[in-house]
């Protein structure tokens, strides 16, 4: 099983960025993959996850609107479209995978890809 986080960088705020997941060893029928965040200093939060075989998308309120999470199971990759990013989106990014449904709690995910690092200037 081998989950690859990518597409992290140094922006401005109000500039986009996307995270791509690029994910193997496993089904996306049986999983869904999430994306998590740590700022310095802060707990890993949960910012958004997909579970396509039940239709379930979540986001975190402060990123509602802004990020949309999407699959192309032809690349087997999942990709997190940031858009109006702030400031306080920096944090290093981590995608994981959790059986079937989305949760919030790290604790439940199998496996977790290396972090990407978004910083959002002011």
């Known amino acids: 099983v081998q989950l690859q986080a990518s597409g992290g960088g140094l922006v401005q705020a109000g500039e986009s960025l996307t995270l791509s997941c690029k994910y193997s060893?496993?089904?996306?029928?049986?999983?869904?993959i999430g994306w998590f965040r740590q700022a310095p200093g802060k707990e890993r939060e949960g910012v958004s996850c997909i579970s396509e075989s039940y239709g379930g998308i979540y986001y975190l309120d402060s990123v509602k609107g802004r990020f949309t999470i999407s699959i192309d199971r032809a690349k087997n990759t999942v990709y997190l479209q940031m858009n109006s990013l702030k400031p306080e989106d920096t944090a290093v990014y981590y995608c994981g995978n959790v059986r079937i449904l989305c949760s919030n709690y790290e604790h439940l995910y199998h496996d977790w890809g290396q972090g990407t690092l978004v910083t959002v200037s002011s």
């Open positions: 060893g496993f089904g996306f029928d049986d999983f869904a």
